[in-house]
């Protein structure tokens, strides 16, 4: 019972990884765009193409969601985009924990599903 608590507490950090990716690509955005333009196009932008890619690759019930090593390089793409997003914004400390938690929550997610 124990186990299975912990394996959806799993899932729902998925999805709170998939928002914050969202949200530190938008950040980053706002932070590095140059002029009012700039800010608005990255900071809109570049998490509604993440979110695009995402929805057509790597959501569970997308249409042509990809397994195996595609769907694994996929997700360090994109999470691996939103950790460099942050730390590239000064926020080093947040990135590197972005990173870490979406390494420890791919394991678990690789380990409860063989």
């Known amino acids: ?53 995402w929805g057509m690759w790597g959501a569970p019930k997308s249409q042509w969601q990809l397994h195996g090593l595609g769907y694994l390089l996929l997700q360090i793409v994109f999470f691996g985009s939103a950790a460099l997003a942050l730390y590239v914004a000064n926020q080093r400390s947040l990135g590197i924990a972005f990173a870490l938690i979406f390494v420890l929550n791919c394991i678990l997610t690789y380990v409860w599903a063989h």
């Open 1 to 53: 019972m124990f186990l299975l608590v912990l394996k959806y507490a799993n899932m729902a950090l998925t999805f709170f990884l998939e928002l914050g990716a969202l949200a530190a690509l938008g950040y980053w955005g706002f932070h590095n765009g140059q002029g009012v333009i700039g800010k608005v196009a990255l900071g809109i932008g570049a998490p509604a193409l993440a979110a695009v890619i």
